[in-house]
């Protein structure tokens, strides 16, 4: 059995009854045993479940004439979706023993569609950063350098699909959460249009930013997962009523009559040599493919990052309000009175960087600099959603890279707290304009720190709001051109 097959590949020995998908969860859940050790990406296996789940999926392959693609396929869920009677952390010592009584909508509705939990991925607390470092039970590993973050926040998803221990996984983005680590990885990953997914059942960080998507091998993959995993909620009113396309269906293997967009903002000061000359290269297949490349400019890119920097911790600080140790979550032994509770188990239960958003919100939308901050802040965004939309009245889709760097060591973001600003610089301008956008693997670079090694590089593709099939068949035909995302890490092979 070859762990780094596609979804595709695994689905189609499904209904051959090549495999079992009991036996197919058996094989996934002994990776898990052996590797996740060294890799830190679970947080929680659901071994249990997991085969009474995957003996359903069976029954339902037996009698099925027309199964989900997914049926019987395992996978993994960032600990930041809600899990009926699973533990749910956020990587946060206040919620080390939450378990919800309800499922999130997106698993709710992966859960239908036949696939198989393995268990809860690791994340930064909260989703506060990119490199799992700010996670209360330490950081997941990249499995091509375990010395290397495999980015954040959702680096625990990433770390697990590229080690072959997760076929996919589900993750969330407000500012790079899944294009980053998926370009650190050597993954494809795909960030929604804001409302395309509902937000129900994940807890909350940014609520105007938060969009869950997922990780996996290809583009391909990510088209049959999206179909499965958007759509309107009534749990959730910013979801929109937008049909969902057959965007497996859907997919074009050659791309003549597209416009694609090239930012020259987006090749920023400090990027990698190596990662420049990747994303040339890509830029160049898509070329090949009978893509029209035209360079365009998005002079307010360079604001994104402090328009983040200011509305997300503003949000974050109302959004933790919540976690005060009453109801559920941490509850301090050691207090006198009420006040006294909210206190200390906020100061015992919530890490440094979530106590650093939780001040900074609080400070920008106080009353005396709420004016200054915040407000301002909002209006810059407003201006970068209208730069997008008029770039997007001559183009199709941009193209860039999807982090300036490939994967730094462990401990450097740590020691770095605007790291994750710097990181995501690329990714957080789409997420404010809560555009739809997806990573994919464009080949190898040198980190600054070595260069006789090589780590992934991801070309970032970004579309029009509602434009998810443009950007799936903009991905989808660079990889029928391309092996990147064939590509994994060797020590992870037996």
């Not at 969330?172 to 990953?189: V, Y």
């Not at 920023?268 to 090949?288: H, N, S, Y």
């Not at 901050?373 to 970068?384: E, G, P, T």
Request: hydrophobic letters at 35%; one cysteine or more; charged letters at 20%.
């Amino acid at each position: 059995m070859n762990p780094f097959a596609d979804i595709s590949e695994l689905s189609d020995k499904l209904r051959k009854k090549e495999i079992s998908s009991v036996e197919l969860t058996k094989f996934f859940l002994q990776r898990v045993k052996k590797h996740n050790p060294a890799l830190n990406a679970y947080l929680t296996v659901t071994e249990e479940q997991a085969l009474a789940d995957a003996a359903k999926a069976d029954e339902i392959l037996a009698s099925d004439q027309n199964p989900s693609p997914l049926t019987g396929i395992p996978y993994s869920i960032k600990d930041l979706f809600c899990t009926k009677d699973v533990r749910t952390t956020a990587s946060s010592k206040i919620l080390d023993n939450y378990v919800p009584p309800f499922d999130a909508t997106a698993v709710e509705n992966i859960k239908r569609a036949g696939a198989v939990m393995l268990g809860k991925t690791n994340l930064d607390e909260f989703a506060h950063g990119s490199s799992t470092e700010t996670s209360a039970y330490g950081p997941s590993k990249n499995p091509w350098d375990v010395t290397r973050i495999p980015g954040g926040s959702s680096g625990g998803s990433a770390s697990a699909v590229a080690a072959g221990i997760s076929p996919f996984s589900l993750g969330t983005e407000t500012g790079g959460s899944i294009r980053q680590p998926a370009s650190l990885t050597g993954l494809s990953g795909w960030k929604p249009t804001y409302g395309r997914v509902s937000r129900y059942g994940v807890i909350a960080m940014t609520s105007s930013n938060d969009s869950p998507g997922a990780l996996a091998r290809s583009v391909a993959d990510l088209a049959i997962i999206a179909e499965v995993m958007s759509g309107h909620d009534p749990k959730d009113s910013t979801t929109g009523q937008h049909e969902v396309p057959e965007y497996f269906a859907n997919l074009r293997t050659d791309l003549k009559g597209v416009r694609i967009g090239v930012p020259k903002e987006y090749f920023v000061d400090g990027m990698e040599p190596d990662v420049t000359a990747r994303i040339r290269e890509a830029i160049e297949v898509l070329k090949q493919r009978g893509a029209e490349i035209v360079e365009v400019s998005l002079p307010l890119t360079k604001y994104g990052s402090l328009v983040y920097a200011i509305v997300t911790p503003a949000e974050v600080s109302s959004n933790l309000a919540r976690f005060d140790g009453i109801r559920y979550g941490h509850q301090t032994k050691d207090a006198k009175d009420l006040a006294e509770i909210y206190a200390k188990s906020r100061g015992e239960g919530f890490g440094d960087e979530a106590k650093r958003r939780i001040m900074t919100g609080t400070y920008v939308l106080s009353a005396g600099y709420s004016d200054a901050y915040y407000h301002k802040a909002q209006k810059v965004r407003r201006l970068l959603v209208n730069e997008f939309a008029q770039v997007f009245e001559s183009v199709d889709a941009l193209v860039c890279a999807s982090t300036p760097n490939v994967a730094s060591k462990i401990g450097f973001a740590k020691d770095n707290p605007l790291h994750g600003y710097i990181a995501d610089q690329l990714n957080i301008p789409a997420s404010m304009a809560g555009l739809p956008a997806l990573s994919v693997p464009c080949g190898f670079g040198a980190p600054a720190d070595d260069i006789t090694k090589q780590l992934p590089v991801g070309l970032q593709i970004i579309g029009p709001q509602w434009g998810e099939q443009t950007v799936f068949n903009i991905g989808h035909a660079y990889q029928q051109a391309t092996d990147w995302h064939k590509q994994y890490p060797k020590e992870f092979e037996e």
